[in-house]
């Protein structure tokens, strides 16, 4: 899975409403706000990445080791579990 190409749903936009951070399901002009999903700033990190063009879980996890103290290892492990939960909840493309 590290060389695979991950993108977020194309109807999906990350939110940021004062501290926090949601991915909601962006319909037309308006938001179903029925499906929201919040994310820890670690999650909005990874998030944020991948939407443009999308990113590789390695790419995803060096993004983490340079904005958190974590090992390179641990940031990959977690990287996997969280887009696994992400694939899970059809939330990537």
Excluded at 53 to 59: L, R, S
């Amino acid at each position: 899975m590290e060389n695979r190409i991950v993108r977020p749903r194309k109807d999906l936009k990350l939110r940021r409403i004062g501290n926090q951070c949601m991915v909601v399901d962006a319909c037309g002009r308006r938001l179903d706000l029925s499906r929201v999903y919040s994310l820890n700033a670690a999650a909005a990190l990874m998030w944020e990445r991948m939407a443009p063009a999308g990113a590789t879980p390695q790419q995803l996890a060096e993004a983490l080791c340079g904005a958190y103290e974590v090992e390179p290892a641990v940031a990959l492990r977690d990287v996997e579990r969280q887009l696994a939960e992400w694939q899970a909840a059809g939330l990537l493309a």
